[in-house]
């Protein structure tokens, strides 16, 4: 996939990731592009756009959708953060104090993604996510955008167990 535009993994974040993704045991076939598929989950994530309305490189929103809550549901994402988190402190690539366990992941507001302003307009240059990300390694860059998928998963699970039971 070339170069990365913004909000999409850079190639170092890539190579660290995808490691620990899970594979394919579908009797059905081979995933579609792990990368593409989780460039298309970060975008909705950080932009809040609907399943139906993103970008076609992501490849079918469907396809997005579907894995977002197949690894959400079976703890995929849970295990990521885990695993990214436990290589970057063994590298030495990671400095802040991040901990994770059932129920909270702790981290520097900046670490997690926080933002201090709205988000910036589509139409902003290109160079823009360069400048986001400067002080930061790939370890933690990835780490933080594992974390703001985390946080969006925890929220889910709580919405949906607040919600009442439905009956027909």
Not at 13 to 37: A, I, K, T, Y
């Amino acid at each position: 996939m070339g170069g990365h535009r913004r909000g999409e993994l850079s190639d170092a974040e890539w190579e660290r990731l995808r490691r620990f993704l899970p594979v394919s045991n579908r009797r059905c076939g081979r995933w579609r592009d792990h990368r593409q598929v989780i460039d298309g989950i970060l975008h909705r994530v950080r932009t809040g756009v609907h399943w139906r309305d993103l970008p076609e490189r992501f490849g079918p929103w469907k396809t997005v959708y579907e894995r977002h809550r197949l690894w959400s549901a079976d703890g995929t994402w849970e295990r990521l953060l885990q695993q990214v988190q436990a290589a970057a402190d063994a590298a030495g690539g990671i400095d802040w104090d991040v901990s994770v366990d059932s129920t909270s992941v702790r981290a520097h507001q900046q670490a997690a993604g926080a933002r201090t302003a709205p988000p910036p307009a589509p139409a902003e240059s290109k160079g823009a996510e360069a400048v986001e990300h400067q002080d930061e390694s790939p370890w933690q860059s990835l780490v933080a955008r594992l974390v703001e998928v985390v946080r969006e998963v925890r929220a889910w699970a709580a919405r949906a167990a607040a919600s009442p039971a439905r009956s027909t």
